[in-house]
């Protein structure tokens, strides 16, 4: 991709994020709100109304956007230049997310990347929701999550991009709202200006307990992953590049502290009520977004509400049950298909002796923040605010050793998804929240010592550099996401090829369950897969037959162990059969060319087209 295109999309998407800002700002009277919540709030609202009318794969938007984005950026430029420093914070985590996209653009296997693309592409098609599964038609994507997903092809369709560049865009335009509520999060608890940039900081390059405690580990002779306990804070996710849901509930979390440090602040009337009606929608976003880290948001929010009627206040219920209420409503379309899966609702489950974690480990894991926690108790200022924050945190820590999401995995990893959603988003909270309250400590023990801990976590950013430069870079700046499988001229076209070609359902061989990639070129061709990643599908559908079904009757169909191959693909809707090196041996490229040519016709992209090839047969309309 050129470095023009890349200049010019980026270009659109910000100042587009910031007309949106503009065009709110006059009622929401806080920049960093308005910069935040007006994206939450338009892509809850057309998710929403897609369940009733889909909006169409190509949205006719654009070309009435940019005029208006032009008039809002000259009548409101005041508004701009008054609150550069959140657009900094937005910049420091779009571009430095940007700038791993660029380097390392594969979307692979690795980290659930490929699966998040198929999510991605299923919400551009444009049709009533919900959408489409890509690896297993008809079956629709009514899931946990996939709120972040359809704002990722929302703005994909918006800016006439496809689903890759939407995959890269979508994901740094998150990290980019996340560090911007971070930071004016904490600049509302803290009035010291150099702490919203550490905490900025920490959030982008920060470690973990665990990850800068090596030493201690290797002295105790601790296993430094530790298996199911081994979690990924928000600066490895960046790293990691997978587009997945647990982005959602660190945006969900940072809005929530930028929202209660406004209220911290000074916020009034109906300014105030506003707040509190956002900060009640973010727990059934929290639903659609990420479901595992709901129970948490609930308690954060229902706390905070308490604290203010403890406080004094007695005239935000209304406002934020309004809120909630709202945003229910909009969820509600989702909500009602998820509940009446068939997969069913993962229980809660009580953790048992054997499976909680050993001390060490749990003391390596969250050193930092229970260092934070108790330079906070050593603070001379206390303030029913520190309190609450206290009570609320440590209540969640110890809730997460009690009780787990039971989701399936056995033994070791009963409990990984749990602590995966949990331990980053507690962490980060406290982060957020005491963290940023003790850098205004007037105790210098507690405000110097919350900086030390910020710094040590920060030297996280050595592993992280030394990454970057000793990783080999072969697909730089190759944001199609597919060098990693189609590098090569016979792969390449073929890709190629498909994605010109109007959409449908396409077959691949070699289905074994622990080879998630035997789909990846389909997807790359924007086609439907017959059957994808048949480990993530059963992940999803309870272990559902259909997916064993579907890989029986892949392998027998490429092994010409199929009575009537025609007559099945002709049943099953498949549009391409894709016949690449895997399949090429003991004559099967003319055996199924002569079983299919009668509806299909092949199109090489490599080969001799007599006994061995590379390319796809594709159907013949009658």
């Given at each position: 991709m050129g470095l023009l295109f890349l200049v010019i999309t980026v270009g659109m998407l910000w100042l587009s994020m910031i007309a949106l800002a503009l065009a709110v700002f006059p009622w929401v009277k806080e920049y960093a709100v308005a910069r935040v919540g007006s994206i939450l709030v338009l892509c809850l609202t057309l998710f929403f109304l897609e369940h009733f009318i889909g909006l169409g794969k190509n949205l006719p938007l654009l070309v009435f956007s940019l005029p208006l984005t032009a008039w809002l950026l000259w009548q409101r430029r005041a508004v701009v230049r008054e609150h550069w420093e959140v657009e900094a914070f937005f910049a420091a985590g779009f571009l430095y997310a940007l700038l791993w996209r660029c380097t390392f653009p594969d979307i692979d296997v690795g980290a659930d990347r490929l699966s998040d693309l198929v999510i991605i592409q299923a919400y551009m098609v444009g049709e009533s929701l919900p959408a489409m599964d890509r690896w297993l038609p008809p079956f629709d994507l009514g899931f946990y999550h996939g709120f972040q997903h359809y704002a990722a092809g929302l703005m994909g369709r918006w800016l006439r991009i496809n689903p890759e560049m939407s995959f890269h865009f979508g994901f740094c335009a998150l990290a980019g709202l996340v560090t911007c509520a971070a930071g004016t999060a904490t600049r509302q608890f803290c009035a010291w200006r150099p702490a919203a940039w550490l905490i900025v900081l920490v959030?982008?390059?920060?470690?973990?307990?665990?990850?800068?405690?090596?030493?201690?580990?290797?002295?105790?002779?601790?296993?430094?992953?530790?298996?199911?306990?081994?979690?990924?804070?928000?600066?490895?996710?960046?790293?990691?590049?997978?587009?997945?849901?647990?982005?959602?509930?660190?945006?969900?979390?940072?809005?929530?502290?930028?929202?209660?440090?406004?209220?911290?602040?000074?916020?009034?009337?109906?300014?105030?009520?506003?707040?509190?009606?956002?900060?009640?929608?973010?727990?059934?976003?929290?639903?659609?977004?990420?479901?595992?880290?709901?129970?948490?948001?609930?308690?954060?929010?229902?706390?905070?509400?308490?604290?203010?009627?403890?406080?004094?206040?007695?005239?935000?219920?209304?406002?934020?049950?309004?809120?909630?209420?709202?945003?229910?409503?909009?969820?509600?379309?989702?909500?009602?298909?998820?509940?009446?899966?068939?997969?069913?609702?993962?229980?809660?489950?009580?953790?048992?002796?054997?499976?909680?974690?050993?001390?060490?480990?749990?003391?390596?894991?969250?050193?930092?923040?229970?260092?934070?926690?108790?330079?906070?108790?050593?603070?001379?200022?206390?303030?029913?605010?520190?309190?609450?924050?206290?009570?609320?945190w440590v209540g969640m820590l110890g809730l997460t050793e009690l009780v787990f999401i039971d989701d399936g995995p056995?033994?070791?990893?009963?409990?990984?998804?749990?602590?995966?959603?949990?331990?980053?988003?507690?962490?980060?909270?406290?982060?957020?929240?005491?963290?940023?309250?003790?850098?205004?400590?007037?105790?210098?023990?507690?405000?110097?010592?919350?900086?030390?801990?910020?710094?040590?976590?920060?030297?996280?950013?050595?592993?992280?550099?030394?990454?970057?430069?000793?990783?080999?870079?072969?697909?730089?700046?190759?944001?199609?996401?597919?060098?990693?499988?189609?590098?090569?001229?016979?792969?390449?076209?073929?890709?190629?090829?498909?994605?010109?070609?109007?959409?449908?359902?396409?077959?691949?061989?070699?289905?074994?369950r622990e080879n998630p990639e035997v789909t990846a070129l389909s997807t790359f061709g924007h086609k439907i897969s017959f059957v994808g990643w048949s480990e993530k599908e059963a992940q999803w559908r309870n272990s559902s037959p259909v997916v064993g079904k579907r890989l029986e009757e892949t392998q027998a169909f490429y092994k010409n162990e199929l009575p009537d191959a025609l007559e099945w693909l002709i049943t099953n809707d498949i549009r391409y059969v894709l016949f690449l090196q895997r399949d090429n041996g003991d004559d099967r490229f003319t055996i199924l060319r002569d079983k299919i040519k009668e509806r299909y016709s092949w199109y090489a992209t490599y080969g001799n087209d007599r006994d061995w090839a590379i390319g796809f047969f594709e159907r013949r309309e009658k």
């Amino acid at each position: 991709m050129g470095l023009l295109f890349l200049v010019i999309t980026v270009g659109m998407l910000w100042l587009s994020m910031i007309a949106l800002a503009l065009a709110v700002f006059p009622w929401v009277k806080e920049y960093a709100v308005a910069r935040v919540g007006s994206i939450l709030v338009l892509c809850l609202t057309l998710f929403f109304l897609e369940h009733f009318i889909g909006l169409g794969k190509n949205l006719p938007l654009l070309v009435f956007s940019l005029p208006l984005t032009a008039w809002l950026l000259w009548q409101r430029r005041a508004v701009v230049r008054e609150h550069w420093e959140v657009e900094a914070f937005f910049a420091a985590g779009f571009l430095y997310a940007l700038l791993w996209r660029c380097t390392f653009p594969d979307i692979d296997v690795g980290a659930d990347r490929l699966s998040d693309l198929v999510i991605i592409q299923a919400y551009m098609v444009g049709e009533s929701l919900p959408a489409m599964d890509r690896w297993l038609p008809p079956f629709d994507l009514g899931f946990y999550h996939g709120f972040q997903h359809y704002a990722a092809g929302l703005m994909g369709r918006w800016l006439r991009i496809n689903p890759e560049m939407s995959f890269h865009f979508g994901f740094c335009a998150l990290a980019g709202l996340v560090t911007c509520a971070a930071g004016t999060a904490t600049r509302q608890f803290c009035a010291w200006r150099p702490a919203a940039w550490l905490i900025v900081l920490v959030m982008l390059i920060g470690g973990k307990g665990m990850g800068v405690g090596k030493w201690v580990a290797d002295l105790l002779a601790i296993d430094k992953e530790g298996g199911e306990r081994a979690m990924e804070v928000f600066s490895q996710m960046l790293v990691s590049g997978q587009y997945h849901p647990p982005l959602t509930g660190i945006l969900l979390l940072a809005f929530a502290a930028l929202l209660m440090g406004a209220q911290e602040a000074g916020a009034v009337g109906r300014q105030r009520a506003l707040h509190h009606g956002l900060l009640a929608a973010t727990v059934p976003m929290g639903m659609i977004g990420n479901a595992w880290i709901v129970p948490l948001q609930v308690v954060l929010v229902v706390g905070w509400m308490i604290y203010r009627s403890w406080s004094g206040e007695r005239n935000h219920w209304l406002a934020a049950g309004a809120g909630g209420a709202i945003a229910l409503g909009l969820c509600s379309p989702h909500l009602i298909a998820f509940v009446f899966r068939e997969t069913g609702m993962a229980p809660w489950e009580v953790v048992r002796s054997d499976e909680r974690t050993s001390f060490w480990h749990w003391i390596l894991n969250f050193w930092p923040v229970i260092v934070l926690l108790m330079l906070s108790a050593m603070s001379r200022e206390r303030s029913r605010l520190i309190l609450f924050f206290a009570l609320v945190w440590v209540g969640m820590l110890g809730l997460t050793e009690l009780v787990f999401i039971d989701d399936g995995p056995a033994g070791l990893w009963d409990r990984s998804h749990s602590i995966a959603n949990w331990w980053p988003w507690i962490g980060t909270g406290i982060l957020l929240t005491v963290g940023a309250r003790n850098l205004a400590s007037p105790s210098k023990i507690c405000r110097w010592g919350t900086v030390c801990v910020l710094l040590v976590l920060c030297s996280q950013g050595w592993d992280m550099a030394r990454i970057y430069l000793e990783t080999p870079k072969p697909s730089a700046m190759r944001l199609e996401g597919s060098h990693w499988i189609a590098g090569v001229p016979a792969t390449k076209n073929l890709v190629q090829a498909l994605r010109i070609r109007p959409d449908g359902i396409a077959l691949e061989s070699g289905h074994p369950r622990e080879n998630p990639e035997v789909t990846a070129l389909s997807t790359f061709g924007h086609k439907i897969s017959f059957v994808g990643w048949s480990e993530k599908e059963a992940q999803w559908r309870n272990s559902s037959p259909v997916v064993g079904k579907r890989l029986e009757e892949t392998q027998a169909f490429y092994k010409n162990e199929l009575p009537d191959a025609l007559e099945w693909l002709i049943t099953n809707d498949i549009r391409y059969v894709l016949f690449l090196q895997r399949d090429n041996g003991d004559d099967r490229f003319t055996i199924l060319r002569d079983k299919i040519k009668e509806r299909y016709s092949w199109y090489a992209t490599y080969g001799n087209d007599r006994d061995w090839a590379i390319g796809f047969f594709e159907r013949r309309e009658k």
